[in-house]
């Protein structure tokens, strides 16, 4: 008898221990962008506690993330700079847009509060190119009547890494300031005229946090989160506004993403009364041919997830979620794009 039971004791283990590696998930590594890094953060541990599975999202900057999936490091990348359809084919890639957020001026000038500081497009980009320096410059004191500013140096803070969110910056900036797109340009990385460089939004909104007189950009939800003083930006239509979900949402409202190949779409300086000037989307990169099935599915079923569960809390950290429209065209291309073994992962 009490062979039996060892017999079923051992049994039972083997039957638990099998029990327990079919349930375990596969890790899925992805690695960019640092702009949707706060939502990222949050879609990665709910899913967690829903599913058990782990999504390890490093956030390094759009360069690293691109570098990252065109070497397979990663079975994902992210990036607010999209690729052209000729380099994603290239690369045996496919992008899809993830979130939409807002590109914001923020500052670090005593006595100055959220909303008090109005730029006009000019002013910005001048502040950027080094051509004004103080902040009781005429020019900024002209756009601001009545505004008490200070006798005090600028500090530009730039991005010192290869960066979508600069991508997206120096997009708007080449679009409004002839000077910086003959001089500077659009990049991920440019050589900046002027200013110290940090690491990441994170990076920028620490040095902006510290360095009185200072100005930098990041991407809003790390303003709110550091509690960084913003700058109010007229847009193509003449208004001065404010950064909310609700004027980055009004610049993508025309966004066609339908007739843009690849998904490659710039809502950067849109036509709006309400939008806001430096709005981008952040996107994710992924193999056409995936080596392993499992993994492949698994990663595509947590940005559905993502898609169908994830917007109010993307909404909580002022990013617009992705029209439902949208999704279905994406999941289209999942459906017509990615395989593995020459065989469809999704649905």
């Known amino acids: 008898m009490r062979n039996l039971w060892t017999v079923a004791l051992a049994m039972l283990l083997i039957f638990s221990a099998s ?31 829903l599913t058990g599975v782990r999504i390890n999202y490093q956030s390094i900057g759009s360069g690293g993330g691109i570098a990252q ?3 397979g490091t990663v079975h994902f990348g992210a990036s607010d700079a999209p690729l ?12 899809f847009p993830m979130v939409i957020g807002g590109v914001v001026p923020v500052i670090n000038v005593s006595g100055i509060e959220s909303g008090n500081l109005k ?15 103080r902040w009781n410059h005429p020019s900024l004191l002209k756009a601001n009547v009545g505004l008490r500013l200070p006798d005090k140096a600028i500090t530009v803070v730039h991005r010192a890494d290869g960066s979508g969110t600069t991508w997206i910056f120096t997009d708007y900036l080449s679009k409004v300031s002839p000077q910086w797109k003959e001089s500077i340009g659009v990049g ?29 950009y990041v991407e809003y939800a790390y303003a709110l989160q550091n509690k960084l003083v913003y700058a109010l930006l007229q847009n193509k239509a003449g208004n001065f506004v404010a950064p909310t979900m609700e004027t980055f949402q009004a610049a993508a409202a025309g966004a066609d993403w339908k007739n843009a190949p690849g998904y490659y779409l710039i809502l950067t300086d849109q036509d709006g009364a309400e939008s806001w000037p430096i709005t981008g989307a952040s996107f994710i990169l992924v193999y056409k041919q995936q080596r392993n099935a499992k993994q492949g599915k698994t990663m595509l079923s947590f940005f559905d997830w993502c898609y169908r569960h994830g917007a109010d809390m993307a909404k909580e950290l002022h990013y617009v979620p992705i029209p439902m429209n949208v999704v279905d065209l994406v ?13 469809p992962l999704w649905p």
Do not use: C, H, M
């Open 84 to 95: 052209k359809p000729e380099e994603l084919d290239e690369a045996g890639l496919i992008q």
């Open 188 to 216: 991920t990385a440019v050589a900046w005229p002027t200013g110290i460089g940090g690491k990441g939004n994170e990076g920028i909104a620490t040095y902006v946090q510290r360095t009185a007189g200072s100005i930098g």
């Open 19 to 49: 029990a327990v590696g079919l349930g375990q998930e596969v890790a899925i590594n992805g690695a960019g962008a640092t702009f949707p890094y706060p939502i990222y953060s949050q879609w990665t541990y709910k899913y967690n506690q």
């Open 119 to 133: 730029l006009t497009p000019s002013l910005l980009a001048d502040i950027f190119l080094g051509k004004i320096t």
């Open 69 to 71: 999936i065109k070497a």
């Open 331 to 343: 999941k289209n291309t999942w459906q017509e794009q990615v395989t593995s073994n020459g065989q």
